[in-house]
C-alpha cells in the first residue's frame, strides 16, 4: 500500500512543552483519515509540521515521498491546506482571496472556483471584514478545494459550517476520494467522521494512542453489554473483575458494562448464576470509544 | 419620555467604557493649551527685559514676520491681533489644535454609534428596555462635558495668564460648539454608513475639508473660512474685532445636522446603512496574486498616509525655514547652537536645513520599522500560514516585503525633501537651490536601510525579538537628541544611525559611513532572510 504520509516518533518541543511525543501517523493513497484528540493534544501542531511550517524536533515525516520541511515549496504545489482558525486580510474580497490563495497554492481549475462558490453559496465581492465565521472558513475551503492538488490537510474544517454546508463539504470530500485523491481530516464532528473517515488515528497528549479502520477500533475495545437478572447484583463485586472497565448499576438487577472482549467468557460465568433474564451487547460508540480515549484517566 | 428610556444606564456605560481613553484625551489637549501662553510668556517677557523694551514690541516684530508668510497662515490660521498676547496665543494653538479637537469629538461618538452597532452590541442594548433615542441623548452629554471641560480649561489658563477673561471666553465656547458640531457631524455620518470605518474616515475626511477650506480662506482673506467649523471659531477674533455672529452659525449647524441625523436614523433600520457598503472585485487582478502584489496591496495604505504625513511634516518645515535668519540675528543662544552644528559665518539655514532634514529623516525611520515589522504581524494574526502553505517559499514571502520597505526609504525622504523644497519656495517667492535639500535628504536613506536591516534580523530570529527594531530607533532619536546634552561617550552617539547621516547640505558627508550602513543593511537583512528559512513559522 503506497503510503501519502508517514510520520514515525515525531517529537517537537515549545520551549519545556512536549507538544508532540513520538506521534506515529500514516495516511494510505486515496484515502480520507481522521484524525482525532481532546483539544490541545497536539494535532494542529502535528499537521502544521507536515505543511512545514514548523520544523520536526525529532522523528522521520515523509510527505508524498518528500521532506516537508526541506521541500516545502516543491510539495506545495501538490498538497493544501485549510487552517482551523481562518484568518483573511479584512480589506480584501472573498473572491480575491480565492484567487490568491488559489493560485499560490497548487494551480485553481477556474471552472471549478466557480462551482465551489456556487456550491458553498458564497458572495465573492465582498470584504473579508464582513464575512461571518463560517463564511470566512468557505473562503479557504473554496480556495483549497477548486485546487488540483493531490492531497488535502483539513484542520477543523467544518467548526462554523451549518448543517448544509457541512453535507456539501462531504460531497466534495467524497468525490475527491472518488477522484483518487488523499484526505487527512482532523475534526470534533464524530457524524462527519464517521461518514466520511476510512481510518481514524487518536491522538492525546502528543502521540498517537489508537489507530486503525473504526469497525477495527470499535473490535479491538470494550463491548458494552446491558445485563437484567432474577438475583441482585452484586456491583462491587462485578467492577473488581479483571476485564470489567466499567459498571453503571439502574436498579439493583439492571446494570451496563464495559468488558474487555478477551475476558467476555469469564464475565459471563460469574453472571450467569444470578439467572439471566435478558441481554444485549453491542460494540462501543464512536463517541463511548472517543470518550474513553479523551477522558484523563482512560487506559 | 419612552424614547430615551435607559440614558442614565448607558451614561455610565460609555463612561465606563472611556474611562480611560477620554481623560487622555482632555488631559493631552488640556496640556497642549495650557503650556501655550506659559512658554509665549516667558520667552517673550525674557528677550523684552535683554533688550530692554515693552513685550509688545517683541510680539508686533514677531507678527510683522507672521504677516507676509502665507505658509504659516494657512497652517494656523489668520493673523488677527497678533500684537496682543490673546491673539498670539490663539495663533500658537492655531487651527491645527482646533483639528484635534474635532478628531476627539469624531472619534467618541465614532465607537459608540456605528463601531457599537457594527459589532452588534448596540443590538444588544436596543432590545433591552432603551428607547430609541437613549444611546444619542447619553453621548450627547458625554460630548458636551467633554467640550465644557476643554473650555474651561482654555478660560483657567488663559485666565491664570492675565489676559481679557471676556474675550478668552468667547473663544472657548465657540472651540466647544466647533467641537459639538463635529460630533453631530459624525452622528450623521454614523447614519449613512454601514461600516464604523466608513463613517470615522467621512468624520476625518470633514476634518480635512474644514482645514483646508479654511487655509484656502485665511490666505486670500476670503469668505471660504465662515463655511468651515474651524474657520468660524477663527472668525470669533476675541482679541482683535470680537465678533458674535459665528457663534450662532455654529449652533445653527448643530441642530441642523442633529435634525438631518436624526430624520436618517428614522428611515433605517438597526445595523444597516442608508449607503449599502460596496460590494469589491469578485475576482483578483493578475497583479495580486503574486508574493509582491500582496505585499504591495496589503502596506500600500500605510504607505499612502506616511507620505502624506512626511510631506505635511515637510511642508511645516519649508515654511519656517527661511524666517531662520531673522529669527537667529537677534537670538545669541540659538546662534551658539547652530554653530555648534556646524554653522559658519551665514549658514545658518544650511545648519537649520540639516537639522530639520535628520528629524524628517526620524518620521521615515518610523515609517519604514512600521513597514520592516508588518510581517510579524501578518504572522500573528495567522496570515503568514495560508501564504506559506502554498508554493510560496519563506524567502520570497518576507523578501517582498522588505523590497517595499527597502524602497519606501528613499520615496519617503524624496517627497519631504520636495515638500519642504517647495513651501520654501512659496515663502521666499522663488526656489533656491532645489537639489541641495533633495540630495541631502538622499544621504539619510543608508542610516534607514541600516535599521531595516536590524530589525529584519532581530525578526528573522524570533518574533519575538522583532520588536527590539524599535529600540534601534529609540537610540536613534533619543542618543542624536540628547547625547551632547548628556555627554554621551562617543561610542553611544556612534549606535545612532542617523547621527553618521546628519552633514548635508552644512558640510560633506563622509562617503565611507553611507558605504558602511548600506553595507550593515544589506548584510543583515540577508542574516534575517536566512535565519527566518531555520525558524518555526507559528
Request: proline residues 4%; charged residues 15%.
Amino acid at each position: 500500500m503506497e503510503m501519502k504520509l508517514r510520520i514515525e516518533g515525531l517529537h517537537k518541543w515549545f520551549g519545556t512543552t512536549h507538544a508532540l511525543a513520538g506521534l506515529d501517523l500514516n495516511v494510505r493513497a486515496g484515502e480520507v483519515m481522521g484524525f482525532l484528540g481532546p483539544n490541545g493534544s497536539g494535532k494542529s501542531t502535528a499537521i502544521r509540521v507536515v505543511m512545514g511550517l514548523l520544523r520536526a524536533d525529532q522523528g522521520t515525516v515523509e510527505v508524498l515521498g518528500q521532506d516537508p520541511w526541506r521541500d516545502a515549496v516543491a510539495l506545495h504545489q501538490q498538497m493544501v491546506y485549510v487552517p482551523g482558525d481562518v484568518n483573511l486580510w479584512p480589506s480584501l474580497t472573498g473572491g480575491e482571496i480565492v484567487d490568491l490563495l488559489g493560485t499560490l497554492g497548487p494551480g485553481l481549475d477556474r471552472g471549478r472556483r466557480d462551482e465551489m462558490l456556487e456550491r458553498f453559496d458564497l458572495d465573492p465581492t465582498k470584504r473579508a471584514r464582513t464575512y461571518s465565521k463560517g463564511n470566512r472558513q468557505k473562503v479557504a475551503l473554496v480556495a483549497a478545494l477548486a485546487s488540483s492538488a493531490e492531497m488535502f490537510i483539513f484542520d477543523e474544517p467544518t467548526s462554523g459550517l451549518d448543517p448544509l454546508m457541512e453535507s456539501v463539504f462531504q460531497d466534495v470530500v467524497r468525490e475527491l476520494v472518488a477522484d483518487g485523491r488523499t484526505v487527512l481530516l482532523s475534526s470534533h464532528i464524530l457524524a462527519e467522521v464517521e461518514s466520511l473517515c476510512d481510518r481514524v488515528t487518536i491522538i492525546r497528549d502528543g502521540a498517537a494512542v489508537e489507530s486503525g479502520s473504526l469497525e477495527d477500533l470499535r473490535h479491538l475495545t470494550h463491548l458494552t453489554m446491558s445485563v437484567r437478572t432474577r438475583d441482585p447484583l452484586p456491583i462491587d463485586a462485578l467492577s473488581e473483575l479483571s476485564g470489567v472497565a466499567a459498571v453503571e448499576a439502574e436498579g439493583t438487577q439492571q446494570a451496563t458494562l464495559s468488558i474487555e472482549r478477551e475476558r467476555l467468557a469469564a464475565v459471563m460465568e460469574q453472571l450467569a448464576p444470578l439467572g439471566l433474564v435478558d441481554i444485549e451487547s453491542r460494540p462501543p460508540t464512536l463517541e463511548e470509544l472517543f470518550m474513553r480515549h479523551y477522558a484523563t484517566d482512560a487506559s | 419620555m419612552q424614547r430615551f428610556a435607559g440614558a442614565p444606564t448607558i451614561l455610565r456605560l460609555i463612561l465606563r467604557l472611556d474611562r480611560i481613553k477620554l481623560p487622555l484625551w482632555i488631559l493631552g489637549l488640556g496640556f497642549m493649551i495650557v503650556i501655550t501662553p506659559i512658554s509665549i510668556r516667558d520667552v517673550t517677557e525674557t528677550e523684552a527685559t535683554t533688550r530692554g523694551v515693552a513685550p509688545e514690541v517683541i510680539l508686533a516684530e514677531q507678527a510683522a514676520l507672521v504677516d507676509t508668510n502665507a505658509a504659516m497662515v494657512a497652517l494656523s490660521g489668520p493673523a488677527d491681533a497678533l500684537d496682543t498676547f490673546g491673539g498670539r496665543y490663539l495663533f500658537e494653538l492655531g487651527a491645527m489644535t482646533l483639528a484635534i479637537v474635532a478628531l476627539m469629538n469624531v472619534l467618541l461618538v465614532a465607537r459608540h454609534t456605528r463601531a457599537s452597532e457594527e459589532a452588534g452590541r448596540t443590538e444588544l442594548l436596543r432590545s433591552s428596555a432603551v428607547g430609541t433615542w437613549a444611546i444619542e441623548l447619553a453621548l450627547g452629554i458625554v460630548v458636551t462635558v467633554a467640550n465644557a471641560a476643554l473650555a474651561l480649561i482654555v478660560i483657567l489658563a488663559f485666565g491664570l495668564d492675565g489676559v481679557d477673561l471676556g474675550a478668552t471666553s468667547a473663544f472657548a465656547v465657540a472651540m466647544a460648539l466647533m467641537g459639538m458640531a463635529f460630533a453631530a457631524l459624525t452622528l450623521m455620518w454614523a447614519q449613512v454608513f454601514e461600516h464604523s470605518r466608513s463613517s470615522t474616515g467621512a468624520g476625518i475626511a470633514t476634518i480635512a475639508a474644514a482645514y483646508a477650506l479654511r487655509a484656502a480662506g485665511d490666505v486670500q482673506d476670503g469668505w471660504l473660512s465662515l463655511v468651515s467649523p474651524i474657520g468660524l471659531v477663527q472668525a470669533v477674533n476675541p482679541f482683535g474685532d470680537l465678533s458674535i455672529a459665528p457663534l450662532l452659525v455654529l449652533v445653527a449647524v448643530i441642530v441642523a445636522t442633529l435634525g438631518a441625523g436624526a430624520w436618517l436614523a428614522a428611515r433605517r433600520d438597526v445595523g444597516a446603512g442608508i449607503v449599502a457598503p460596496r460590494p469589491g472585485p469578485p475576482a483578483a487582478s493578475a497583479r495580486l496574486v503574486t508574493p509582491l502584489g500582496l505585499a504591495w496591496r496589503l502596506h500600500r495604505g500605510i504607505v499612502l498616509w506616511w507620505a502624506v504625513g512626511v510631506g505635511f511634516l515637510g511642508m511645516v518645515y519649508g515654511s519656517v525655514l527661511s524666517a531662520v535668519d531673522d529669527f537667529v540675528q537677534d537670538n545669541e543662544s540659538m546662534q551658539e547652537m547652530l554653530e555648534q552644528m556646524g554653522a559658519i559665518g551665514d549658514q545658518f539655514r544650511d545648519a537649520f536645513l540639516t537639522m530639520l532634514l535628520t528629524i524628517l529623516g526620524f518620521v521615515a525611520a518610523g515609517a519604514v520599522l512600521q513597514l520592516t515589522l508588518r510581517p510579524r504581524a501578518e504572522e500573528m494574526a495567522g496570515h503568514a500560514e495560508m501564504v506559506l502553505a502554498a508554493r510560496v517559499s519563506r524567502r520570497s514571502w518576507l523578501g517582498a516585503q522588505l523590497v517595499i520597505a527597502w524602497l519606501i526609504a528613499p520615496v519617503l525622504m524624496l517627497v519631504a525633501a520636495v515638500a519642504l523644497t517647495v513651501s520654501d519656495g512659496l515663502v521666499v517667492g522663488e526656489i533656491v537651490e532645489p537639489g541641495s535639500a533633495i540630495g541631502a535628504a538622499m544621504t539619510r536613506v543608508p542610516a534607514l536601510w541600516a535599521m531595516i536591516g536590524i530589525t529584519t534580523a532581530l525578526y528573522g530570529a524570533s518574533k519575538r525579538l522583532a520588536p527590539l527594531g524599535w529600540v534601534v530607533f529609540g537610540v536613534t532619536v533619543l542618543f542624536f537628541l540628547f547625547g551632547e546634552l548628556l555627554r554621551l561617550p562617543d561610542l553611544a552617539l556612534n549606535l545612532s544611525t542617523l547621527y553618521h547621516t546628519n552633514h548635508q547640505p552644512v558640510e560633506a558627508q563622509p562617503f565611507l559611513s553611507l558605504l558602511t550602513l548600506t553595507t550593515i543593511g544589506l548584510v543583515s537583512t540577508a542574516l534575517g532572510l536566512g535565519l527566518f528559512q531555520r525558524r518555526d513559522v507559528a
